[in-house]
């Protein structure tokens, strides 16, 4: 039986870390949203009142009966399955960690456009996201991706963990494709000061898992509705 | 050897949920940040050049070895050694989902008196501060309310999962007593309309070894360091 994969059509958003693990896998799966009637489902499941397996948000997972929600869950329970993740216990718990800092950086990213309300549009927060994205530029890039970019190259400059690819450098090779779409200006300087990032975002990019999924009609192109967004006033230089 | 738990000293923050749990079990385990010489230690570790193994910032734990960074993470490790989560897997990944969705809601909480820039004082963003408070107050409060009670009374309302106390049950605590503080105005109306996570709230806090540690020294009172805030200026009616 194939995996369910629910998350809202349109755009990538927090999905698409799930998608690329399964992509590179060449699991199969369903992105349910995007069928027909597909949304419905969704939805109904996020409507659920039995059962304490009952979703807070897309995207979720849904393997059999089990449904698991978050991304940095469902890739902790796909890793394994997919072979992209440690085989060690501990280890697992180092990438999850891993993994869970780039959820924090997620949500940051989303909130350089949206500081005061998701309930809001950004044109009506413009000010404030101004602001944020400076503060995001200025400290916050460089806080996150230094600390990958040591965690990288403690551990030899292939992979962020183990040494095989795991579900958190597909993560990494996202964050670092989004925000150089989002910020091509604050992010002008990252193969100088990023290499050992820089370089396995590349060989990412090269595999021919994810080469053919990026052509593919199921990668959709990076829009302003997504996490990244790319709204040039909000771009600096770093 | 006893657990090492390393979290900044002053305030309550994100390592709570971790000392809750730690306590409620009775588990032995050093606050290493509040012994002398502590801070050193922990800053040595954040500051670590060598193996994969380096937490982007505090909480993190030291099992022996092992170094495991974030909240979620961290209870999903001690959980099952505790006593504190379900013993089967998959009742494991969705009570880790449900540890998320709080992680979540923590970050927003933090947000509301920091939605432009941890670098700056919560004075040098207080207009959007208030925005985003208020934002907060109307629509987060009641979108993630409703949900932490709609699991709980899907599952019988004594605990969120499973048939005994969890980390989740826990964290549920925390978040229900630091918004209490936060936003006394804001949330005067939980009794009567989170009324299963009103009685789980209670009766946690009755329960021998939680009310031991809330009288103890061990456990810090909320102050305008932590995660909940009490700025009056930001509390609002619902």
């Known amino acids: 039986m194939p995996y369910e994969l629910y998350y809202w059509d349109g755009l990538q958003g927090r999905g698409e870390f799930v998608r690329l693990a399964l992509e590179y896998a060449g ?16 939805l109904k499941i996020l409507g659920g009142k039995t059962g304490a397996n009952i979703p807070f948000a897309p995207p979720f997972l849904k393997d059999g009966d089990l449904i698991i929600p978050h991304v940095a869950n ?7 399955k997919l072979g992209l993740a440690p085989t060690d216990e501990a280890m697992r718990m180092i990438a999850n960690g891993l993994q869970l800092t ?8 989303h909130d350089t456009h949206h500081p005061i309300a998701t309930s809001l549009y950004y044109e009506d927060q413009k000010p404030e996201a101004k602001a944020r994205a400076g503060d995001f530029i200025t400290n916050r890039i460089p806080k996150f991706f230094a600390y990958f ?18 579900y958190v450098d597909l993560s990494l090779f996202q ?11 604050a992010t002008s300087h990252f193969a100088k000061d990023y290499e050992a990032l820089t370089a396995l975002h590349a060989s990412i990019k090269r595999r021919k898992p994810i080469a053919d999924y990026l052509k593919s009609n199921r990668r ?4 302003e509705s997504g ?3 790319h709204y040039p006033e909000l771009d600096q230089d770093p």
């Open 27 to 42: 699991a199969r799966y369903v992105d349910v949203a995007r069928t027909e009637a597909g949304m419905k489902t969704m």
């Open 74 to 80: 469902i890739l902790f329970y796909l890793g394994p």
């Open 102 to 109: 780039i959820t924090d950086m997620v949500a940051e990213i």
């Open 149 to 166: 970019e040591r965690v990288l190259t403690a551990n030899a400059g292939k992979h962020v963990i183990g040494d095989a690819l795991s």
């Open 175 to 185: 964050l670092y494709e989004g925000l150089r779409y989002a910020f091509p200006r």
């Open 220 to 223: 959709l192109p990076f829009n």
């Open 227 to 229: 996490i990244f967004r």
